[in-house]
């Protein structure tokens, strides 16, 4: 698979990340008590990679920021420059691997946390 962000237009990413992010928000009965997704509820997705729904969230939370960031917006005042030719499951484990190393960061936004972990990755170039 070649690149993955390329394939999609703006319009079609940007749209791919509020769904996301609106359906994170409508789907959890703990985002709905805390009003955000939280990162320890996003490694729980992504550890269990043997289900499938979780393992697409996780894959769908990911991309859905990543493609957001793609064009060089901020989230959570963090900015990433990933490659276009990055593999989606690379991305998936840099993301896993950040909220792994860092547990004290779970009850935060998962939104920042995934903006956080591809801005130390995928550093912009000034």
Known sequence: ???WLPRY???LRVFTAGAV????MAGSAAAKAANYFNGNQLYEACSRASNVGDFS???GYVAGIAAAMSNGDTIYKRRACVP????LLQVMLVVW????AHPETGDL?????VAQA???AFPCKK
Request: proline content about 3%; hydrophobic content about 50%.
């Open 57 to 59: 969230f996780c894959q």
């Open 109 to 113: 936004r998962a939104a920042g946390l």
């Open 84 to 87: 276009e030719d990055a593999e």
């Open 97 to 100: 691997q950040f909220l792994s």
């Open 118 to 120: 591809l801005a130390g």
């Open 1 to 3: 698979m070649t690149g």
């Open 9 to 11: 237009p703006r319009w």
């Open 21 to 24: 992010v609106a359906a994170v």
